[in-house]
């Protein structure tokens, strides 16, 4: 991935539009799939919070302390502002409607973790409490869910979805890095070294950086 990032500046865009749509179109897929599948109503998907954790006040909070790092993949956008061929004020509906996928995308996730559990439980919550014990698919509630409502198919999807999130991830996150780095070395405050632009206008040094110090 960090090759691609480096060599061709059009290829990773491509690769990273398609990986962006197999994660949200795998997800789309089972979630209508797995909800065609669900019975007994949103009765099944109680209780809405955790029992056996503090108050349910503190257990949102937990969950929105955690928006910065779901949506930090924005920043590959707004380091990128320099390389757009298109006014800079787009960029702002770009991440805007990023930002709401995203949030689809999550609130999905998490629904349909809850939407089918092990016959051997009777609500989600002794399910999750259990999950650290348990072996294979049974381990990983949104892969159970898929395998339960479509099989050896169900899973393959779910699991391509989870490769799009991964690709996505590490491409955003290096083109984010790799840019940053570019600007704070091109201000001076770091080696000149990362500002270095090869024939393309790509900090290729920045990414092999950020690509060396991953591994």
């Not at 503090?54 to 993949?73: D, E, H, K, M, Y």
């Not at 991440?95 to 999905?108: D, E, G, K, Q, V």
């Not at 899973?155 to 600007?183: H, K, N, P, Q």
Request: one cysteine or more; glycine letters at 6%; aromatic letters at 14%.
């Amino acid at each position: 991935l960090a090759l691609i990032c480096t060599f061709r500046k059009k290829l990773a865009a491509k690769i990273q539009t398609i990986f962006a749509l197999i994660l949200f179109f795998g997800v789309a897929s089972i979630v209508c799939i797995v909800m065609n599948f669900h019975v007994g109503g949103i009765e099944t998907f109680k209780p809405l919070f955790s029992e056996n954790h503090r108050s349910a006040a503190f257990q949102i909070f937990n969950i929105v302390a955690l928006t910065p790092w779901a949506l930090v993949g924005l920043e590959s956008i707004s380091h990128s502002t320099e390389e757009f061929q298109f006014p800079v004020k787009r960029a702002f509906w770009i991440m805007t409607i990023a930002s709401i996928l995203a949030f689809t995308t999550y609130f999905f996730l998490a629904e349909i973790s809850v939407a089918i559990v092990p016959r051997e439980y009777a609500i989600w919550t002794y399910y999750f409490e259990e999950l650290t014990d348990l072996d294979e698919i049974k381990s990983v509630p949104t892969f159970f869910v898929a395998n339960k409502a479509l099989g050896s198919l169900g899973t393959a999807i779910i699991g391509f979805a989870a490769i799009g999130a991964l690709v996505t991830g590490i491409i955003g996150g290096m083109i984010a890095s790799s840019r940053l780095l570019y600007s704070v070395a091109r201000d001076g405050v770091i080696s000149n070294w990362f500002s270095i632009l090869d024939e393309n206008k790509i900090p290729r040094n920045a990414i092999k950086f950020v690509c060396f110090l991953s591994l």
